[in-house]
């Protein structure tokens, strides 16, 4: 090779090799960010109509009625604001053994085993009220974060299921789930019978 083709290339190249040897900042790929919400404060309001229960609501949920093959139910949809969801409310009349019920709605929380990182439950017991039950809370990416039943164990039966509308991202909702958290616990706590 030529020796002055060489040196050409040396003087060329020398800036770029030289360059990149400088600095010792490495470069780190950032986490993905979400968007801070700005929710209200908590504040409650009684709900109550003609169906056979009573409870404490945020301000900010919608209570719609949901309609059957008889017209009217005590079934409710539970709109959740800003929050983007809505928690399926089921009233029922029971018929059968109460295991029949506590069973099917322990089986709809098993089906998010596949997806949940942990479920937790909180027992609901009180007495005084009639008022007995359970609190599920599904962490990581399911369908539905939160989950309860309640009964006064010889007639009547509630469940609720939330769901959000959007496609479930744990981390991204941790901030909403924890919020949530705080309203729920308040409507199975005030939950009353009449």
């Avoid at 950032?30 to 609501?57: A, D, G, Q, V, W």
């Amino acid at each position: 090779m030529n020796t002055k083709y060489m040196k050409v290339m040396f003087l060329f190249l020398s800036p770029f090799l030289f360059s990149s040897c400088g600095g010792n900042e490495i470069s780190i790929p950032k986490p993905p960010t979400y968007l801070r919400m700005n929710l209200p404060r908590h504040n409650y309001k009684l709900y109550s109509n003609s169906c056979p229960y009573m409870f404490e609501i945020s301000e900010i949920f919608q209570v719609e009625d949901v309609m059957d093959e008889s017209g009217l139910s005590c079934h409710k949809e539970i709109k959740l604001g800003p929050l983007n969801g809505v928690i399926h409310f089921s009233y029922i009349n029971m018929v059968e053994p109460l295991s029949r019920y506590v069973n099917y709605s322990n089986d709809k929380v098993d089906e998010h085993k596949i997806k949940a990182n942990s479920i937790e439950d909180v027992n609901i017991i009180r007495e005084e009220d009639r008022v007995f039950g359970t609190f599920f809370e599904l962490k990581g990416d399911v369908a539905t974060p939160f989950q309860f039943y309640l009964t006064d164990s010889t007639k009547r039966f509630v469940s609720g299921v939330v769901y959000f509308n959007c496609v479930p991202n744990y981390d991204s909702l941790k901030p909403s789930l924890d919020y949530l958290k705080l309203d729920l616990m308040k409507l199975v706590n005030t939950f009353k019978w009449k």
